[in-house]
T-cell receptor
Framework: DTAVSQTPKYLVTQMGNDKSIKCEQN?????MYWYKQDSKKFLKIMFS???????INETVPNRFSPKSPDKAHLNLHINSLELGDSAVYFC????????????FGSGTRLTVV | AQSVTQPDIHITVSEGASLELRCNYS??????LFWYVQSPGQGLQLLLK??????LVQGIKGFEAEFKRSQSSFNLRKPSVHWSDAAEYFC???????????FGAGTRLTVKP
């Protein structure tokens, strides 16, 4: 059983399109996250949701909108995709508090052409 | 806010040699510290974590790390490196009641035959 699953694994799309990445966790965790990893491997937090409530919203263009229909799912919708959005996006989850460490999904490699 | 520095961008060691990856953190209170490993094309896997207590923590795959408050460090060690250890390693710092984990820039480990 995959603990944190993301779909799709690869996503190639044209500039200006709208796309979504889905994330689901079956660990019973209360908190979910989206991280962006750039070409230099730097990981930056984008969003954090705790029990469907947004608790962290870093400086991210408002073209990025997370949606959490329930605490097991956190989807990422991106409008008007730009070349600079190309990156690997990781979903993660943790128990209510982050001190226990995160469980990461395997990532979605987004390429905007 | 907490931050993490990994001074070494890239390290090369011979198979069978010992390994130490450096991590320095900045945080006012006692931090929660983590090491993750990312194999090519994969998500991040938790190697070990430190909350409190014994400052030498054991992790998976034969790794250990030592917390040194006086040096604000949490270096990762392995006595004998295997070729399969070649990967990107990330140090991270978090807080117990905060879901905002910050990652270092990563250290890429290459293992020579």
């Amino acid at each position: 059983d995959t603990a944190v699953s993301q779909t799709p694994k690869y996503l190639v799309t044209q500039m200006g399109n709208d796309k979504s990445i889905k994330c689901e966790q079956n660990l019973g965790h209360d908190t979910m996250y989206w991280y962006k990893q750039d070409s230099k491997k730097f990981l930056k937090i984008m969003f954090s949701y705790n029990n469907k409530e947004l608790i962290i919203n870093e400086t991210v263009p408002n073209r990025f909108s997370p949606k959490s229909p329930d605490k097991a799912h956190l989807n990422l919708h991106i409008n008007s995709l730009e070349l600079g959005d190309s990156a690997v996006y990781f979903c993660a989850s943790s128990p209510r508090t982050g001190g226990y460490g995160y469980t990461f999904g395997s990532g979605t490699r987004l390429t905007v052409v | 806010a907490q931050s993490v520095t990994q001074p070494d961008i890239h390290i090369t060691v011979s198979e069978g040699a010992s390994l130490e990856l450096r991590c320095n953190y900045s945080y006012g209170a006692t931090p929660y510290l983590f090491w993750y490993v990312q194999s090519p094309g994969q998500g991040l896997q938790l190697l070990l974590k430190y909350f409190s207590g014994d400052t030498l923590v054991q992790g998976i795959k034969g790794f250990e790390a030592e917390f040194k408050r006086s040096q604000s460090s949490f270096n990762l060690r392995k006595p004998s490196v295997h070729w399969s250890d070649a990967a990107e390693y990330f140090c991270a710092v978090g807080e117990y009641n905060n879901n905002d984990m910050r990652f270092g820039a990563g250290t890429r480990l290459t293992v020579k035959p």
